[in-house]
């Protein structure tokens, strides 16, 4: 009940800066290369980090941030000019993520709202700089909510027995109209099929602390072993059941006291501040991934 | 993406419960005298909590939750029974809560939607046995949004020289109308008159890790000091700003890299949980407050 | 740097009070019975806590802790009249632990220095009630530390293929001279009959977030797997390795950063802090053991 | 108990590198200039961490950690060639520290001994790059626990109302002697006087969560307070009391249950924690000073 400044602006104050991230073998020299190229061309760095797997024949990965306020290329320019003068003689896998260019986030969804609501609210008040293009979802029971928001609901329904029809017209909306996808506690088992006619990073949030409990009811199970802390997982989506790299993980202390429904009222503030956590990461272009792990800068 | 049984139900489970909290100058035979009387009119103990601060010479202070099915005493009785027998004999200060009457709870908002969307998405959900009669607030921003959930929205606005009107207005909407009231980040201080006249319990939450960085603006204060955690603090308010008995506190870590955008941005996410465990405290009759100190069963 | 108050003094300060534990079915006038005991005996009751799984049909336990001044009982009568009085009624699996006699914990360890250190430290500094008869170990490396304590050291070496003539050297040096052993990091299986022949409660500490990454080197293979957190588990042994009922379990942050030596020293501190908290919890007799899980009041 | 590898040696595996700090205004270049002189002269940069208060007009802040290994710069052709060639275009204020040079660390105590205790442990282990050439304390009730390290112990008693003399001779002792100072719970107030005449950085633990209970019993204080957390600080000591810059901060929780004595104990793995994580930064030169703010890296 103190008077404050005014509330954050709900609109997100997108910076006017661009993100370079880069993997390549390590050796001498990258970041000497790097940094002299982003001065040469007049960009001021504002955040830069870096990692080695290790610095003989490891792998090396950098994200720099920097003011695009002087910089003497265009885009196109820039992308041309790196990859030829730094880029190539290093091996780089590398891309460049103007923050002019908010990504598109897809969301699917069931019943389950906290994870959902909490997504389209933080967006809303500004602290993730993403359009939601739509979302899908097996049910119909949160689309006023969804609604609310001015976003487009997309009804999804999945046959018992045939997910082809479902996971094919997910496909259709997906293309061309979204960068990633987050399944905000989505409760069906994506095909490895579908999984690589995405072409873009998919997101989920598993509701334990990976890699204990993957699978169905976690917290039956958590319950069952009377664990004395709960988790939650968010992570790319790979074939492998909840097998996929971690981007975030975190969890609420339990006790004798707590029953299945007690952990999943828990474990939802969690759920929800660990997804949201890994989805700011992935969308500030923060998250690399390496052999079924990520660096997360 | 796992398919787990179907989500809670969003309607409240209400148990056919009473809660009985009793504190009281701490001497053999308390445990004894409620538990006999129970039993001797058949209420099944579903749990017990009793903590004292002192045997010798202290205050002890009981919760106890237990099945109605069986009770052989209407309300009128049980209140008028263990009045005489039990509580006047021990000099109990005392209440019994019954489970099928859910509290009021008013809450009172400005500009930020944080805290007072995670409460109504809470009661929504079933996480919280409540019943909200409106939301009070000295903006207009939030209405839609209060709307949303068919909550009637009473806009009252502070004259920047002379709150008694609009505290005025306040305690008129407070009366009769609400069990207790909460103050999701509502921004204005309310004055010792205010406190006294409503008669009911009001919870605050504070930005800040209390007593560290009472008053206005702590998340620039915890800047210009440089800790390395932010947190919040959920409080009953009393005539001293920021002064009253703590309820819960939790913090989240911060480094250098964050600014007072950032500190206020990872600060909500623990405001609001903060403020979302202690009003679920309150709504279940766990706290119980002694010398400007709770104890939170 | 700031002038306290003296530090506590070393030896631990005993208190003159019994403990009462207890599980059997769960049905009306268990409180009633057990509280109005004690008042008839002139017991002032500390403390009580008490769980139930189920009010109906599940399984009811509490802890009470009360002063022994002003009973007027034996320990003996004590024992004979309550399994009389109550106990045999109600179906009751129960004891009574006098503060007075500490509990005899006898210490296994192999290497690593860490958790057995920390458990001397305690011991040492009267943060735990504890006697400790004697330090086993299959190495030699860290007998000049536990003699620093003036505490014996038992010296038994395991041969790789045969473990047989090592448990019953073991179990020779614990018959009689211990209430329960802790496996501080001793990293030998112990095997099945080992452990029904012991007939006491054995504490190990897993350097794991049970129920992942079950036996040997977790920290290699939460390395692998590309955790976000390392945790620790103390748990009850049981034949079934790192399947015990678990007393406590903590986590810390870790990163890309981390490698397995880095994830090592982490989870050091989580480890000893995990394996204190549980085995003060134990001395204390807070631990009810229930279908492999616990209670911890 | 499970077989693992061999435990960690107990010698600190000294890396071949060195570690450059830096600070300066922020401008374009700084990056480039630095990596391009460390790669002109054959570094291998193991990790890089910067950060800036301001692109425009901030402070810039970098550590870069390399491996020696083919450098082909004596340390002093190092030190007079970055000068030249970097450091002063730029207005550096800048160090290089050679991890074969370990840093003397001086502690001071009193009658407490978790913390110290932990250092030297931590030390022993091999968890610490630092050689300890001496512990001065008030008191002399550890010293036969400081022996066993075979750690010279001074004892320097302390006037009640003159300090003068004392910190006299621990001047004379550190003067030469120790790169930097812990205060292990050493419980004396030290001059302004003699915080200037050190000429090292002294660290402190305190034993809450600043600012909250600055000064003497902060427990207690936090007791009266109510609060739900308790916490520990660990700082870089200045003239006024308790209000230096923070290096790290953690807290436990607490309860109603527990009293002074309690909120001690728990405090304790607090305090070692804390001070153990600020003593390893100290120790790898992750610590920079920016206007009573710490860049911890």
């Known amino acids: 009940m103190q008077p404050d400044a005014t509330p954050t602006t709900k609109a997100y104050a997108r910076p006017n800066t661009a993100r370079l991230l880069i993997s390549c073998p390590d050796r001498r020299g990258i970041v000497a290369a790097v940094s002299q190229f982003l001065y040469s061309h007049n960009a001021n760095i504002i ?3 870096q990692h080695s797997t290790d610095p003989e024949g490891g792998t090396f990965f950098m994200r720099q941030e920097f003011h695009l306020e002087g910089l003497d290329l ?9 990859h030829e003068v730094v880029a190539t003689p290093f091996g780089m896998d590398w891309k460049v993520w103007y923050a002019s260019e908010p990504k598109r986030m897809a969301i699917l969804c069931s019943k389950y709202d906290h994870c959902i609501m909490d997504l389209l609210w933080r967006v809303r008040r500004g602290e993730f700089d993403a359009e939601i293009p739509f979302v899908i979802s097996n049910h119909q029971d949160l689309e006023p909510d969804v609604r609310t928001f001015g976003i487009p609901f997309h009804y999804v329904p999945v046959e018992k027995n045939d997910k082809t029809a479902s996971e094919q017209k997910i496909l259709e909306l997906l293309k061309g109209n979204a960068d990633f996808a987050v399944l905000a506690r989505y409760m069906q088992i994506l095909s490895g099929d579908f999984l690589e006619n ?3 990073p998919v ?6 602390f990976l890699p204990a409990f993957v699978g169905a009811n976690p917290y039956k199970s ?3 072993r009377g664990v004395k802390l709960v988790g939650a997982t968010a992570h790319y989506v790979t074939s492998e059941l909840d097998a996929g790299p971690i981007i975030e993980q975190d969890v609420a202390r339990v ?6 429904k007690a952990l999943t009222r828990i474990g939802r503030d969690i759920e929800r501040n660990v997804l949201a956590r890994a989805v700011k990461a992935h969308l500030e272009d923060r998250v690399l991934v390496h052999q079924n792990k990520t660096v997360v800068f």
Do not use: P
């Open 47 to 49: 955040s830069s980090d």
């Open 74 to 82: 265009t885009k196109a320019q820039f992308e041309k000019t790196f």
């Open 198 to 200: 995405t072409q873009m």
């Open 203 to 208: 997101i989920n949030i598993h509701h334990s």
């Open 222 to 224: 958590a319950l069952a």
């Open 255 to 260: 006790s004798h006291r707590d029953d299945v």
